[in-house]
């Protein structure tokens, strides 16, 4: 008979164990709960429902990592093998666990952010607006058009707001 694989989400509930076998495999034990949400017509809301108890086990670098990555209150994935059902728990042999990202952010080792995210963040205050000095051309930033577009601007412009030549000294026409 083949075991049955499921895959249950709940709570880490307590601490994970972890011991070693007499060869130096990790195994972990922990508890998960799952509370399913029910819908009750008559008082038209969502109300829990009898909740189910799981006894999880995993072994080798599984085990290891669960230990190091899993504690009380995190909610989890776990897709593993029914291996018994007894004392109101169901037992799983867990081939996989997954971190639930329905409430929290987790990062890998390789999305690890930058020292900076950690820095308080600051309101910034808006720029205060620099009258520019035809002597001194504003230095050339993201968002400051070039020094050649401002003096084409300020000698180039009809009275309706329109340049009337393109950079390049040719006429600007509208339509055909």
């Not at 990202?101 to 205050?125: C, F, G, M, Q, W």
């Not at 009258?131 to 051309?137: D, L, M, T, V």
Request: net charge positive.
């Amino acid at each position: 008979m083949a075991l049955s694989v499921t895959h249950v989400c709940g709570t880490v509930t307590g601490d994970v164990e972890v011991r070693f076998t007499e060869s130096g495999v990790a195994v972990c034990r922990f508890r998960l709960t799952d509370t399913p949400a029910q819908w009750d017509a008559a008082a038209q809301r969502w109300r829990d429902g009898t909740p189910i108890h799981y006894v999880c086990t995993a072994w080798r670098g599984l085990a290891r990592n669960a230990a190091e990555s899993l504690v009380n209150g995190v909610d989890i994935l776990v897709k593993g093998r029914i291996t018994e059902i007894r004392d109101n728990a169901v037992y799983l042999s867990a081939d996989d666990i997954g971190i639930s990202l329905r409430k929290r952010i987790a990062y890998t080792e390789t999305s690890l952010p930058s020292p900076a995210a950690a820095a308080p963040v600051t309101p910034h205050s808006p720029p205060t607006p620099a009258s520019p000095s035809p002597s001194h051309p504003a230095a050339r930033r993201p968002g400051n058009p070039p020094a050649w577009w401002e003096k084409r601007r300020s000698s180039g412009w009809t009275d309706n707001g329109t340049p009337s030549a393109a950079a390049d000294g040719i006429p600007l026409h509208a339509g055909g």
